[in-house]
């Protein structure tokens, strides 16, 4: 159980598009799910936090109006990577939480890469 | 700010325990986690312990925690070739919101 499924899992376009990349939890509910991004050999940044029917609460630096995050049902949760730039590519990860707060399963990643 | 930090690199030969040590700031931690990552995959959650626990132990993982130094250590008996992946320690806040990341250690495993 506890399984987490992103889409897709890597994608390539081209500057100045938008990409939207989903997060599902696939044998629970999730009343909180998490972005991360992962740059090469690095860790994963926390960028932003989505409660389901409510805003996301965006970390200090990352910008909302580039990520846009929706968390629009209990099993879904979007993340929109809007005018995208090379800059912008990265290991895009989410997280799910199901109810008991202890417990935080991860998705297997998205790749994005701009060119 | 609260910081994590972990060794880089960890090497051991099949068979042998492996101890992974993370030290963190943020002394009202709530919740410190293990993850594994395996090349190109996502994280997959090892093993979690409160912080009002010493010990875990869950099969071969054994989370040691010493609150007065803030250190955090994972110990893997029998450390197989499948072992082979970066392990990351992360620490949260009371609502279990996931704050802070170590850089990872890449552990290797040698036949």
């Known amino acids: 159980g506890a399984v987490v499924s992103q889409h897709p899992s890597w994608v390539i376009c081209k500057s100045g598009t938008s990409v939207k990349i989903e997060c599902r939890s696939l044998?629970?509910?999730?009343?909180?799910m998490f972005w991360y991004r992962q740059f090469p050999k690095q860790s994963l940044m926390l960028m932003a936090t989505?409660?389901?029917?409510?805003?996301?609460?965006?970390e200090q630096g990352v910008e909302k109006d580039k990520f846009l995050i929706n968390h629009a049902s209990l099993t879904l949760s979007t993340l929109t990577v809007t005018s995208a730039h090379p800059e912008d590519s990265s290991f895009y990860i989410c997280?799910?939480?199901?109810?008991?707060?202890?417990?935080?399963?991860f998705g297997p990643g998205t790749r994005l890469t701009v060119t | 700010g609260e910081d994590v930090e972990q060794s880089l690199f960890l090497s051991v030969r099949e068979g042998d325990s492996s101890v992974i040590n993370c030290t963190y700031t943020?002394?009202?931690?709530?919740?410190l986690y293990w993850y594994k990552q395996e090349p190109g995959a996502g994280l997959q959650l090892l093993t979690y312990?409160?912080?009002?626990?010493d010990m875990k132990q869950d099969q071969r993982l054994t989370v040691l925690l010493n609150k007065k130094d803030k250190h955090l250590s994972l110990r893997i008996a029998d450390t197989q070739t499948g072992d082979s992946a970066i392990y990351f320690c992360?620490?949260?806040?009371?609502?279990?919101?996931?704050?802070?990341f170590g850089g990872g250690t890449r552990l290797m495993v040698k036949p």
């Open positions: 997280s799910a939480r199901p109810g008991r707060e202890y417990e935080q399963y």
């Open positions: 044998d629970f509910q999730a009343t909180t």
């Open positions: 989505s409660n389901e029917g409510s805003k996301a609460t965006y």
């Open positions: 943020d002394s009202s931690s709530t919740y």
């Open positions: 312990i409160f912080s009002n626990m």
């Open positions: 992360a620490e949260t806040d009371n609502a279990g919101n996931m704050l802070t």
